[in-house]
């Protein structure tokens, strides 16, 4: 009963170094989310897959790029880490997007960038 | 721009106490979510409810469609309490959330 599964918990970057934050569902969902978590503001939408094969922006895209592996997998990476990308990042995944359904979350990736 | 509005931004409480918080949103909605986050911990959902009221165990969650509001209530509050709640509405594909609610139980 995993749900929803990120990696790495924690990281350091330094300012430049790239890196993919790995997301995975074993609820056989459909859409995937990215978002990230900033002290004072909600949760902002970065990236997200309605189903397999599609993605597209969030509210704040800008810096990142995001791959839908398949149905399980939705990765987030950052080709060139800065520090105003410090932040917590979740991935989230539910059955179909547009619809009432329940959120699953991941337990979260801090990231530093210094 | 902030669709989802959540008050207090913090509560303290002591043990015992009924606490209530709340949500109020300006878009349509299919559902609202209530969302617990502990200190250095991840997000689980508590509520999903989109028309009248939800209880599991000591919390209850209410929502009125007209008035676009929510409000989450704890009975007989406790110290494992204490976390950030969060309200979210889902809206088209997408999540909008408010900025949270940090919920401080005292012995």
């Known amino acids: 009963n995993a749900g929803v599964t990120q990696t790495p918990k924690f990281q350091v970057l330094k300012t430049g170094q790239s890196m993919t934050l790995q997301c995975a569902q074993d609820m056989n969902h459909n859409s995937m989310y990215w978002y990230r978590q900033d002290p004072g503001m909600g949760l902002r939408l970065i990236y997200y897959s309605a189903s397999e094969g599609t993605t597209d922006k969030g509210e704040v895209p800008n810096g990142y790029n995001v791959s839908r592996l398949n149905k399980r997998e939705f990765s987030l990476r950052l080709e060139s880490a800065a520090p105003s990308q410090t932040s917590v990042y979740f991935c989230?995944?539910?059955?179909?997007?547009?619809?009432?359904?329940?959120?699953?979350f991941g337990q979260g990736t801090r990231l530093t960038v210094v | 721009k902030n669709e989802v509005e959540q008050s207090p931004q913090n509560l303290t409480a002591q043990e015992g106490e009924f606490i209530t918080i709340n949500c109020s949103y300006s878009v349509g909605i299919s559902a609202l979510h209530w969302l617990q986050q502990h200190p250095g911990g991840g997000i689980v959902s508590l509520f999903m409810l989109s028309s009248g009221k939800k209880k599991h165990g000591r919390l209850i969650a209410t929502i009125n469609i007209q008035e676009k509001h929510s409000s989450l209530h704890i009975t007989a509050s406790h110290p494992r309490d204490s976390a950030v709640y969060i309200c979210?509405?889902?809206?088209?594909?997408?999540?909008?959330f408010g900025t949270g609610t940090s919920l401080t139980v005292i012995p």
């Open positions: 979210a509405v889902g809206f088209r594909n997408q999540f909008y």
């Open positions: 989230a995944s539910r059955d179909r997007a547009g619809a009432g359904t329940e959120a699953f």
